[in-house]
Structure formats: C-alpha cells, structure tokens
C-alpha cells in the first residue's frame, strides 16, 4: 500500500493490521498530527525519529510533509541502586533526601549507585561512608524491588547492616531519624522503597 500520489509505503498502524495503533496516529484529522517513529517501516530512513506528519482523512499528506523533526529520545535510564536497613536498638535508620536532591524531600533507605565492577556490598560501605560518615557490617541481603518512576527506572538491592563504627553526620541528607519497624510506614518515602518495608517486616517475622 502506498499514499497517494507517492511512491512510499503507508507505516503500519495505517494498514488494516495495525488496527489498534490507528486511533492515536490520526486522532484529529482537523489539525497536524504525531506519529512516533515505532509505526514507519523499518525500510524507511525516517526510523529513529520522532516525525510530525501531515494527515489528511487519515491517511499520509501525499508529499509526506514534514513540519516538525526531533531526535528520538533514548531508552529510559536504569540505575542499580545498594541501600542499607541499618538497625540499631530494635529500630531502623531512616534518611530523608534533601531538597535539591531528585525526588526532595522523600525519605529513603541509604545507599547509592552501584560503579561498574563494584559490588553491591562494597557500594554500600563506601557510599554508607561517603553520605553518612559511618562504617558497615553488611548483613543479610532481602529481595531486590525495581521501580519505575517518570523519568528514570531503578532497582534497589536492599541489605540488612549494623554500624560498627563513626558517628552519624549528614553529608548530603536533610535529616535522619531511627524508627521501630511498624511506625516506618509512618514517613512520606520515595516510592521504590515502600516494598522494601513489607519485606523487611516479613523477614522479621520469618526470623522471629
């Protein structure tokens, strides 16, 4: 199938067996529309691209005129992230982000990106060292959480540790606090680590 007056194949989603995709490419006939790359041919030199199209009747302008051209924007960034349920006294550590930080003001369980060739464990004293000024016995690993947020994904490889040494300064959180298992739900927590406090009360019950 080609538009008319063109030699060029029509993208997918304005075929017969693109059927579900056809509502979104041609929406608003009235007006010029968007098609995101994912529906041209993979023949065409266009792929790649977000193009703006003429659309007329639903179908391809016959010049395929293109009004607006932006780079295609890349596969969403995954960071693998360490962090730390410090326990102390029956109670867990607690820190909340600062304001100029992403997601600010939000509490979390402390940690870091992992550095290529690092492992996990070795990520989190260092940057246990490096945000909070303490040293780390690392402990008991729990299961890893992936989530993703709007701009970002993340996974979280959570362990269970104790301070063996240092005092408690803030190098880059707001503020700390040391709370009892069941008043953590409590705080207002960035959202890839609330399954962490399901499960890290499941592994107490386990182990209790």
Known sequence: MSASG???????CLNPAGKNCRKRCTRNRRRRDYMPASCLPTSSNLCGQVLYLGISNGRISPRMQLYIKLPYSSPMQHIHVTCALIEKDGKVLSTQ????????????FPGGKIHDGELP????????????????????????VTHQ???????LYPFICR???GD???????AFTWLPPEKLHELDWAEADIPLIEDYKRSLRVSS
């Open 97 to 108: 982000r600062s304001g100029t930080m992403s997601l600010p003001l939000k509490w979390e």
């Open 149 to 155: 947020y709007s701009t970002f994904i993340v996974t």
């Open 121 to 144: 464990e070795d990520c989190l004293k260092r940057e246990l060292h490096e945000e909070l000024g303490i040293e780390v016995a690392v402990g008991k690993p729990l299961t890893p």
């Open 168 to 174: 408690m300064k803030l190098h880059e959180h707001e």
């Open 163 to 165: 301070i063996t040494a």
């Open 6 to 12: 063109d030699n060029f194949p029509l993208p997918a």
